[in-house]
Nanobody, 121 residues
């Protein structure tokens, strides 16, 4: 499966952005998809994940109640709706594929190229 992330940009604190992760390839619909982020000088952080059918979701503590992950199986696209953004949400956001919606980045593969989100104060 190949993954392409998009939708990043510059937004003011309190604003919203929606990221997209398009999956392609013969097994595109068979993987859980996770979103991770990495800020300069920091380790990669788990953001959210969703199961292959879209029914199971899992969020990192720092984004719970602000971000929402969803999946359009017909379009093989996973969305990350980010609301009430904070400057500390600034990072490169990546999507990746796994067998289940889990938080451990080492269990993911097929990482997309990343999309930069910058939140100004």
């Amino acid at each position: 499966v190949q993954l392409q992330a998009s939708g990043g940009g510059l937004v003011q604190a309190g604003g919203s952005l929606r990221l997209s992760c398009v999956a392609s390839g013969p097994t595109a619909s068979m993987h859980a998809i996770g979103w991770f982020r990495q800020a300069p000088g920091k380790e990669r952080e788990f953001v959210a994940a969703i199961g292959w059918a879209g029914f199971s979701t899992f969020y990192g503590d720092s984004v719970k109640d602000r971000f929402a992950i969803s999946r359009d199986t017909a379009k093989n696209t996973v969305y990350l709706q980010m609301n009430s953004l904070k400057p500390e949400d600034t990072a490169v956001y990546y999507c990746a594929a796994a067998g289940a919606p889990i938080a451990a980045p080492e269990l993911y593969g097929n990482w997309g190229q990343g999309t930069l989100v910058t939140v100004s104060s």
